[in-house]
């Protein structure tokens, strides 16, 4: 298994401002070459493509980078759902306040008279 050239087609550029792991690309030990490919094999030597680092130092980074990126994605879907449940109850409040009736309403008031009764009376001992 040697280099046939063909990697230099896939051949990615260093990333600004992140690592190579973390922007998906992919090391190829024996044509010593980054690149951006979606298969865990080497499109030129068919030998299996690093995807993590090895230093210790960069796998703390990755492993760092791997985490904000995962409590962001939270964080957004935590946002979403608020902004569903913001929107609903208002549509919910217009729906109900046209579906009430005046039967609705009386019976409310008479039970709200009947509760006051109850609550002046004494209670015997």
């Given at each position: 298994?040697?280099?046939?050239?063909?990697?230099?087609?896939?051949?990615?550029?260093k990333?600004?401002?992140?690592?190579?792991?973390?922007?998906?690309?992919?090391?190829?030990?024996?044509?010593?070459?980054?690149?951006?490919?979606?298969?865990?094999?080497?499109?030129?030597?068919g030998?299996?493509?690093r995807?993590?680092?090895?230093?210790?130092?960069?796998?703390?980074?990755?492993?760092?980078?791997?985490?904000?990126?995962?409590?962001?994605?939270?964080?957004?879907?935590?946002?979403?759902?608020?902004?569903?449940?913001?929107?609903?109850?208002?549509?919910?409040?217009?729906?109900?306040?046209?579906a009430?009736?005046?039967?609705?309403?009386?019976?409310?008031?008479?039970?709200?008279?009947a509760?006051?009764?109850?609550?002046?009376?004494?209670?015997?001992?």
């Amino acid at each position: 298994m040697t280099c046939k050239g063909i990697c230099t087609r896939y051949k990615a550029q260093k990333p600004v401002g992140t690592g190579r792991y973390a922007s998906g690309q992919k090391r190829c030990q024996i044509c010593e070459i980054f690149i951006k490919w979606e298969g865990l094999w080497c499109p030129c030597c068919g030998y299996r493509l690093r995807t993590k680092p090895r230093n210790l130092k960069y796998k703390a980074k990755l492993r760092a980078r791997v985490e904000a990126d995962q409590l962001e994605a939270v964080a957004v879907k935590a946002a979403e759902v608020e902004e569903i449940e913001l929107v609903e109850p208002i549509a919910v409040k217009k729906a109900t306040k046209k579906a009430k009736t005046t039967k609705a309403k009386t019976t409310k008031v008479k039970t709200v008279k009947a509760m006051k009764k109850v609550a002046v009376t004494p209670v015997a001992i």
